[in-house]
């Protein structure tokens, strides 16, 4: 770790608190001159370090810039492969390589700040502009965890859900499979991609990619995305408060913790907005309109058809039926 890492991790773990160079530097086994440069290259990037009262040096404590450093102080497990981009064309992309390249395992993820070829489900790109939301990919061997890919999907539905109500104090709707919604917008995707064992079958590596508008500007969507994606807030003044530090890791935590506890959470159930809808199936054959029931305990979507037939949607999507569309 560099100077200017450890001086940061120092300055986050402390955030709003003054810290003597002298401190500083006895800490980092460095000099004073040395933190002064690490100060100097981080105030380069971006960060809004003061020179305080006693002449130490104070992070702001309304700085919420996504570093590794900062997202580390709230994981339960810190000691994994970890990776920020600024900028990547698809995190997916990169922790599906690192994984194959056995550099990351179980817990290891990879961010960015912007993706110029984020991927969305069914071969759609996600719009991931810069700063735009929080573009996290987790790499997951599910081994000794949940083995199937739809509860693992559920499971990433309900970290995202349990983190956002955590750090941002907002509660997100769940819509079957992996959607979250917040005033009837789209607010975050996900996709996962499993690298399966070739003879058993069985997931060897699961890519959990996750995207999270914390703020998009209605006139800069792509046109598809004009009254379906929505963001946590409203103002771009409002997004710079969020805890992005906080958020990732709070994701991290609780998709590690779902997963190893191998069952469909209550949260999954009680935040979702399907059951009780009239929707639409969309599959590849054609789309016909159902009653959705309950989520079946294994994650499955239980449908009633208009022909009276039960059905357990395993995958597909749904669209929820409007007014509209009926
Ligand atoms: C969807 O709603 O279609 C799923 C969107 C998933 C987007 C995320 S952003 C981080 C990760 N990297 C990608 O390229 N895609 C996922």
């Not at 997202?71 to 994984?99: C, D, F, G, W």
């Not at 069985?202 to 379906?228: D, F, H, K, Q, W």
């Not at 991290?252 to 997963?259: F, T």
Request: with cysteine; proline share 4%.
């Amino acid at each position: 770790m560099t100077v200017k890492s450890r001086l940061l991790e120092l300055l986050e773990q402390h955030k709003g608190e003054t810290l003597s160079g002298e401190a500083l530097a006895k800490e980092l086994s460095c000099t004073r001159t040395a933190i002064w440069k690490g100060v100097k290259k981080l105030r380069e990037e971006g960060y809004h370090i003061e020179a305080g009262p006693n002449r130490g040096y104070v992070l702001s404590p309304d700085s919420n810039r996504l570093s590794l450093e900062a997202i580390r102080l709230h994981l339960h497990e810190p000691e994994v492969y970890m990776r920020l981009y600024r900028k990547v064309s698809s995190t997916n992309q990169e922790a599906k390589k690192a994984a194959l390249q056995g550099e990351a395992g179980h817990g290891a993820f990879v961010l960015a700040v912007e993706q110029t070829e984020g991927r969305g489900r069914r071969g759609r790109s996600f719009f991931s502009p810069p700063g735009g939301g929080l573009y996290l990919s987790i790499v997951l061997e599910p081994k000794d965890t949940i083995q199937s890919s739809l509860l693992i999907t559920t499971a990433a539905a309900v970290a995202v859900y349990q983190a956002v109500r955590e750090v941002c104090g907002i509660s997100l709707d769940i819509k079957w499979v992996n959607d979250l919604y917040k005033e009837g917008k789209k607010v975050c995707g996900i996709l996962t991609e499993a690298v399966t064992d070739f003879e058993s079958g069985g997931i060897e590596v699961a890519i959990v990619g996750i995207g999270l508008n914390l703020y998009l500007e209605e006139s800069t969507l792509p046109r598809e995305l004009v009254g379906v994606a929505g963001s946590l807030y409203h103002t771009p003044q409002e997004a710079k408060t969020a805890e992005v530090n906080s958020l990732a890791a709070g994701i991290v935590n609780h998709l590690l913790e779902e997963v190893r506890l191998k069952r469909l959470s209550p949260d999954y159930v009680q935040q979702n907005m399907v059951p009780g809808r009239d929707i639409l199936i969309v599959d590849r054959e054609r789309v016909r309109p159902a009653k959705a029931l309950e989520i079946c305990p294994d994650g499955r979507l239980l449908v009633e058809e208009e022909d009276g037939t039960l059905q357990r949607l395993s995958y597909g999507e749904v669209s929820i039926r409007t007014k509209e569309t009926t």
